[in-house]
């Protein structure tokens, strides 16, 4: 298949690879493994995990759970405060399979009373020290009073205390990474230890994609849900969670200007396509992308000097050296590697896998 | 209809009164109003400009200039260096209206000989300090370059220069503005004096939304093409370009928690819904909105200091006061006001108007 815009590539073998090496992990480990699909948003790469053994899966929306749904999974784990205005979609879909909701205040649980038609798994969100959603790790009094809600409602099932140490993602350093995933699972394990005789089958469910990826330790924890792990990206890489060649996505997008002036490479690929996520780059300034030029129809790896330093809504602006402006011309296709693959997968809506088919991902919204 | 998720309200009101300003600003200036369409990508919307007289449009895209065409309309321009490697779409949609194209260099120009099958307008596309793609206004020689290509081609019909001041989004003030805007007509008006007896019937293409919006002076420039304004947003509200009232696109969003320990409200509205496009607030820190909230049913304002300050691919964090943390409950509905309409719009697939009709956009890509 020609690309004539920008497509995002998927290669299939390394993405086959990330789930496979995540999925003998948690063998490994004897975790259950639960990825999230935020990221791939898609029945068809979603299929890919079956041949690892997954059963289990999270997702971010209750949207999300019933496309899911639709595409023969049973398991799933809605990893979001639950929104209770979508009672009537959570009716729908837990009729259909077995749904966990998550909560993480007594007031959305209250909310639900008389609404269920079904029972639902909950879990009670914690938070470790990312402080973005979750009662914290030691707030018993509030965890008790989560927990009474929850125990007057005869549809809500308590599973399990869910949490996610999204603060792994500002680490610079590996080391940084496994000081986060050791003190969340120490606090977690806590918690099991204080509520395992009340409830003998409470699951902890940890996991994010750096913890996860650099880590060999796990103790502490029941069920693990990374889920960028599987195209990773950029910021992974930063991180340390991944190389370069673990990122199984890209974007190919058309040159379309050159500005010899200034050195600059102008593409068809934009914030609608890349989403406006940046890292800093070693000269200090955002970048949005690397750059993957093809000289003799051989891909070479442009270096973090040369990068995609400004995005429009549907411009990308790419500053090369004056080799490197000097072998590429307008038509020619570029590929950028993500910053944030979640984002730009979701932004573009479809992928062309290195099998060369086209395979769809769900709706917006 | 009742709001259960992130939905992106359009008031209607608002939106023509937009459109009617700017369309009787490009009347009292008889300036040619070529509204730029890929803000709000929706035919619907579109049709509302019809009854200002407006019959000439500018896209960003091939794709959306397909969308459109299939809406009707018949003469477009679509505003972006072409790509070339989508010359059959080109053929496909010039069969059917007439289309503008945009060159700013010889060798995409070079690359459609002998590919076209239909006549197709040309502008060329000049930068006045953006620089983000075009040939400077004074690089004659270069200029000359693609005039020559362009008439070696039997179906290029040269209209004119094109330019956008894209430069005035980064002002901070209304007279920085009207400065990059005047600076722009004179270098516009003296690149048409010196071409004007070869090309009589040239057309000079300007108008960016800041420059048409806080301008009255637009000597030297024969046509506008202002987008944002349709919507307007809070980076133009902070450029002097509109007040808050004239924004006419809020994104609804459930409150799902409460962190009483930092003051902070979580909505179900992230990065996937606004995008992650962001201003500089008062504190120095990133506003990704402003937000409104309903007290006894009265829509109230909130200040800068209570805004948006964190985004992540379906969470937002709202940063309040104490008396508003108490205000407001999980399960509440507050409106938030995007950073940049243009990429939330896009990112949102689709409106509810305040005439609670649902109204669809151009599907992804």
């Given at each position: 298949m020609e690309i004539t815009q920008p497509t995002l590539v998927l290669n299939k073998t390394v993405c086959l690879r990330n789930i496979e090496l995540m999925s003998e992990k948690a063998k490994r480990h004897g975790l259950i493994f639960r990825p999230h699909f935020k990221t791939h948003q898609s029945i068809e790469v979603g299929n890919w995990f079956r041949n690892f053994g997954v059963e289990k899966i999270t997702v971010s929306s209750v949207q999300m759970a019933h496309y899911f749904v639709k595409g023969g999974w049973n398991d799933i784990t809605i990893a979001f405060p639950f929104n209770t205005l979508q009672h009537a979609q959570l009716n729908e879909i837990a009729a259909l399979a077995n749904i966990n909701i998550v909560f993480d205040n007594h007031v959305g649980a209250e909310q639900l009373k008389n609404k269920l038609k079904n029972e639902v798994g909950v879990f009670i969100k914690i938070t470790t020290?990312?402080?973005?959603?979750?009662?914290?790790?030691?707030a018993f009094s509030e965890i008790d009073r989560l927990l009474d809600t929850i125990s007057l409602n005869p549809n809500f099932k308590f599973k399990g205390f869910i949490t996610h140490a999204g603060h792994t993602y500002q680490s610079k350093s590996k080391n940084e990474v496994q000081n986060i995933h050791f003190d969340q699972l120490k606090k977690m394990e806590a918690l099991k230890e204080r509520y395992r005789n009340k409830y003998p089958d409470l699951v902890i469910s940890t996991g994010d994609t750096p913890g996860c990826s650099v880590s060999e330790y796990f103790k502490g924890t029941d069920e693990i849900r990374p889920g960028n792990f599987v195209f990773y990206d950029l910021m992974q890489q930063q991180i340390g969670s991944c190389n370069i060649d673990d990122i199984a996505v890209r974007l190919h997008c058309p040159i379309?200007?050159?500005?010899?002036y200034q050195n600059e490479i102008v593409i068809y690929g934009g914030a609608i396509h890349l989403s406006k996520d940046w890292i800093t780059n070693i000269d200090g300034k955002p970048l949005y992308g690397r750059v993957v030029i093809r000289k003799n129809n051989e891909p070479i790896l442009l270096n973090?000097?040369?990068?995609?330093?400004r995005l429009s809504q549907e411009h990308g602006v790419i500053k090369v050296s004056p080799n490197t402006f000097n072998a590429v011309e307008v038509g020619d296709i570029v590929e950028i590697i993500p910053v944030h693959s979640c984002l730009t997968a979701h932004a573009m809506g479809r992928y062309l896998t290195t099998k060369e088919a086209t395979i769809s991902m769900m709706e917006r919204f």
């Open positions: 020290g990312f402080k973005r959603v979750g009662i914290a790790h030691n379309i200007s050159k500005q010899s973090t000097n040369e990068y995609l330093c």
